[in-house]
């Protein structure tokens, strides 16, 4: 199993570009997560799917966009980038509430620089 | 608004010492989690508790819900053990996880 899977690695964008970030997880887990994580701050959630056909706002959604294309795969749209969307984002996922072991796995991140 | 606190922020350690990482919550949770990251790397889960304590080889977690409070503990450090620790709860009833902000442990050989 490759776990939770994400592209690109590394990206860099000028203000207002679009782009899409992947995620992908082969553990048939029904929740997945986009968080951001920055310099002296915890990892804050920008969106979550509790199950394949939904999605919700977290902590920090403003100026992002998911899908949740199936049950695999969770993508974060950036519509019009900002530098204060330059950061690290970790996609994560968890089984089925009772499922053991009942933790988030997290993808490697990927590292997004905003110019 | 709910709150993780970890101490220290930052902690050098010469290899083969003891070490201990906290945590303290404000709330009541329904969990908490353990996280390892290392430099430029991903996020790897190491304990999820509700109560008591766990180990997993050199490394031991403890949590005490009534004082609110959980500690890592590491014993006979080794520099791979260099790394940044989360502590992470999950808060009932949301369900949602909130991190603290890490402690970046260096272990000296």
């Known amino acids: 199993n490759a776990g939770v899977t994400q592209t690109p690695k590394f990206q860099v964008l000028k203000t207002g570009q679009s782009m899409t970030l992947q995620c992908a997880q082969d553990?048939?887990?029904?929740?997945m997560y986009w968080y951001r994580q920055d310099p002296g701050m915890g990892l804050r959630l920008i969106y979550y799917s509790a199950s394949e056909g939904t999605t919700d706002k977290g902590e920090v959604p403003n100026g992002y966009n998911v899908s949740r294309l199936n049950k695999r795969e969770f993508s974060l749209r950036l519509e019009s980038a900002a530098p204060s969307q330059t950061s690290v984002y970790f996609c994560a996922s968890t089984p089925l509430r009772g499922q053991k072991p009942y933790e988030q796995y997290f993808g490697p991140g990927t590292r997004l620089t905003v110019t | 608004k709910n709150e993780v606190e970890q101490s220290p922020q930052n902690l050098t350690a010469q290899e083969g010492e003891f070490i201990t990482i906290n945590c303290s919550y404000s709330v009541g949770i329904s969990a908490l989690h353990w996280l390892q990251q290392h430099p430029g790397g991903g996020i790897v889960s190491l304990f999820m508790?509700?109560?008591g304590k766990k180990k997993h080889g050199r490394l031991i977690a403890t949590i005490n819900i009534q004082e609110k409070h959980s500690s890592l503990h590491i014993t006979a450090s080794h520099p791979r053990d260099s790394a940044v620790y989360i502590c992470?709860?999950?808060?009932?009833?949301?369900?949602?996880?909130?991190f603290g902000t890490g402690t970046l442990l260096a272990v000296q050989p």
């Open positions: 553990m048939n887990h029904n929740s």
């Open positions: 508790l509700s109560s």
């Open positions: 992470a709860v999950r808060f009932t009833p949301t369900n949602k996880l909130i």
